[in-house]
């Protein structure tokens, strides 16, 4: 079991990508989240029954945004409108981060102008040391990027990935941000093969694996042990940032 130091703890988080994921699978999550008291900032893509959980839950999640500019997107056909339908389903929202990890100058200069986003955590640096909040200024508005470090399906998607945390964990006082998809979590991917697999039938719910995970669920759990009571949330990461 990894033991990071005091002041990696400080500033390790999680989000989540819900991802449109089968509501059983977000509901599935948070109740692990709960039971352990780890905080979290879920990005959502769409309603579903179970953001009426998490938003009884205030004091583990936050809830952000995660729009989906790519052509063909099912939230909108324009940015705007894709930023409207989003933030018409979670109007509380000050995060995002954009599906598929795709943006643009363009798109970052229409959320700065037309919302009120104030972070956006679209950019992955895997496995970096010293990561930290940068402010971007444009046109008179800013926006925080806040890099994140880890995300599991880019780690199942290597030829050999590594699910123990004490192996990605780096000894350094900077971000690690470990982002999730609740549909991986509950799978317990290990592969794309095995995930695609599911995606015939992604309504089912399977049962619970017996046996210790081995995937994408392996590193999830240690995580709640190494964050239980605890954690950051993305807003409460940038107060300490703005802090200091």
Known sequence: MAR???SHVQQLALTIDQDWAPDWAVRRVAELLVERKVKATWFITNECPSLAFLRQHRQLFELGIH???KPGSTQGATPSEVLSNCLAVVPEAT???AHGLHMSSSLYATVM???PIKADLTTIMPHTAGLRA??????GHSLWKVPFYWEDDIEFGLEQPCWELGEHLLDDAGLAIFNFHPIHICLDTRSEAQYAAHRITPDCEPPCALGAPRGVRAIFDQLLVTLEGAGLTVSELL???TNT
């Open 67 to 69: 729009p989906n500019f």
């Open 4 to 6: 990071p130091c005091a």
């Open 113 to 115: 102008r037309e919302t």
């Open 239 to 241: 107060a300490q940032t």
């Open 134 to 139: 940068a402010l971007l200024r444009w046109g």
């Open 95 to 97: 995060s995002m981060r």
